[in-house]
């Protein structure tokens, strides 16, 4: 392990590779900031200018701009609610509210710093577990994967605040959206009324945008406009209030992180949501969760990032990538005419070792370059609105519009805004529709693979130890909270009858 440790410091640290993974995380963290570009289009579009290079260089400079774009994708969620990336959208829901009460820098900071806490961390796990966890994720058939998207589905019960029949409604909106398409594993095309655009579903990143800036933009217009930021530099730096509230759930989230992004194909996205729905169970502060609380930015970013690193597991020691982006680098081994698996620790030592010590320095790297800007990039708000709301259009219309390359997807991006407007308008919460949209095509797959698989039974996700496991705990985080709504409920009346009497 300490010589491997060597051998990768040695490989990483020439003049050649910094230099190379410096210029990858800032390219990717301006990739991220651009909303519907994200780390898979990022890295696809850079792939080719990276062939001439070492292939280490090439795979450090490729995964400089992986972790680079999650980052910038994160900073737009928080300053103007455009995500830049799938799995930053959680970010618009407490970092923006953080930002409309003068605490953008903070929540920023924040961002940067559990980013970096997840990474060394996750980073460690990787170095140490990378094998026996390639091994247990071997365990992972359609069966578990159903139960664990059952449990990503339970957190609808945290996102839906008080209202747990709007949430579960929009929850149901959301696995509708997604179904917009051919069907998995089949060839019949639903919801498409004859549209070829609509035969390949509706883009996720597109939908977002529109949700959250386009619908954030109709609703202040509606609402008159509000004024600029007025808070002083000092005002927007983190304090220590702040960071203790973070700690806590960064180390949560940097856990459950890494464990989803070790899954393949469960990617970053699903890790943000379980991270915030499990803030929203366990924090101390669990009624300010929505409302701008820090412990909202700090377990979704660092679930973020550990899943970032720990998709590399599948992707190095199998084979399997862990996620879109993961499935793209996994070409570029190819390219340069390496075959990711069990065998490469053993052939390519410097190279497997450099790739993930290099991560350390590219994370390290990040968080010199950004936590000192964060108050610097917070400045953005103090633009009056009348200036930034047409800026927040035209770079969703430009993102949209690099999606699909067609004007098409910018349409989406507009129905997609009127619909986050009413949905502010009356008071309908847009997490679970998300959470819907995530898992819908996850969930139709697993549920074709698991139905092929116990022969039309689906009974068969009970009949595994693992996969029971995870059904029960799911159906707990369900039934839990409704029961004890009514139990409540029914106390409180108790309470009042005898008053009367």
């Given at each position: 392990m300490l010589d491997n440790l060597q051998l990768g410091f040695e490989?990483?640290?020439?003049?050649?590779?910094?230099?190379?993974?410096?210029l990858g995380v800032v390219l990717g963290t301006v990739i991220g900031v651009m909303p519907g570009l994200g780390s898979a289009t990022g890295v696809a579009i850079l792939l080719p200018v990276t062939l001439t290079l070492e292939p280490v260089t090439a795979l450090i400079m490729l995964a400089g701009i992986y972790y680079g774009s999650q980052y910038g994708a994160s900073t737009s969620s928080i300053l103007i609610s455009t995500p830049g990336d799938s799995s930053s959208v959680v970010l618009t829901l407490d970092g923006y509210q953080m930002a409309r009460k003068g605490r953008a820098g903070a929540a920023l900071a924040i961002s940067a710093l559990s980013s970096f806490v997840a990474a060394i961390l996750s980073l460690i796990g990787l170095m140490a577990l990378?094998?026996?966890?390639?091994?247990?994720?071997?365990?992972?058939?359609?069966?578990?994967?159903?139960?664990?998207?059952?449990?990503?589905?339970?957190?609808?019960v945290s996102f839906a605040g008080e209202n747990v029949l709007r949430g579960i409604t929009m929850a149901a909106v959301g696995l509708l959206i997604s179904m917009v398409g051919v069907a998995a594993g089949f060839s019949t095309a639903r919801f498409t009324f004859g549209s070829i655009n609509l035969l390949g579903g509706l883009s996720f990143v597109a939908v977002m945008i529109g949700i959250f800036a386009i619908g954030e933009v109709l609703h202040q217009i509606r609402r008159g406009g509000e004024a600029p930021i007025k808070a002083g530099f000092r005002d927007l730096l983190v304090t220590r209030k702040e960071l203790r509230r973070s700690a806590a759930p960064a180390l949560r989230g940097t856990g459950l992180g890494f464990l989803v992004g070790v899954l393949p194909g469960a990617g970053a996205t699903l890790a943000t949501f379980m991270s915030y729905g499990v803030e929203k169970q366990v924090s101390k502060h669990k009624d300010e969760i929505g409302k701008g609380a820090p412990e909202g930015v700090a377990g979704p970013e660092a679930a973020n990032n550990a899943a970032a690193n720990a998709s590399f597991i599948p992707t190095l020691a199998l084979g399997i990538p862990g996620s879109g982006t993961t499935a793209i680098l996994l070409g570029a081994f190819v390219i340069f005419g390496l075959q990711p698996g069990p065998l490469l620790f053993e052939q390519?030592?410097?190279?497997?070792?450099?790739?993930?010590?290099?991560?350390?320095?590219?994370?390290?790297?990040?968080?010199?370059?950004?936590?000192?800007?964060?108050?610097?990039?917070?400045?953005?708000?103090?633009?009056?609105?009348?200036?930034l709301y047409p800026m927040v259009i035209f770079v969703s219309m430009v993102g949209a519009f690099a999606l699909g390359n067609n004007t098409f997807t910018m349409w989406v991006v507009f129905v997609a805004g009127l619909l986050g407007y009413f949905m502010k308008r009356f008071n309908f919460p847009a997490a679970p529709l998300v959470l819907g949209l995530v898992l819908g095509p996850l969930l139709e797959r697993a549920l074709v693979q698991t139905s092929a698989m116990g022969d039309g039974n689906l009974f068969i996700v009970f009949q595994r130890p693992l996969s029971g496991t995870l059904m029960v705990v799911a159906l707990l985080a369900i039934s839990a909270p409704l029961i004890g709504s009514l139990l409540r409920r029914r106390t409180a009346r108790k309470e009042r009858t005898t008053i009367d009497a």
């Open positions: 490989t990483a640290v020439t003049p050649e590779n910094l230099l190379f993974c410096l990378a094998q026996p966890i390639a091994d247990w994720a071997l365990n992972f058939g359609p069966p578990e994967n159903l139960a664990i998207i059952m449990l990503g589905l339970a957190t609808i390519q030592p410097d190279l497997v070792w450099g790739l993930l010590v290099s991560f350390f320095f590219g994370n390290l790297i990040l968080l010199a370059l950004n936590l000192p800007l964060a108050p610097v990039f917070a400045q953005i708000l103090r633009i009056p609105y009348s200036y």
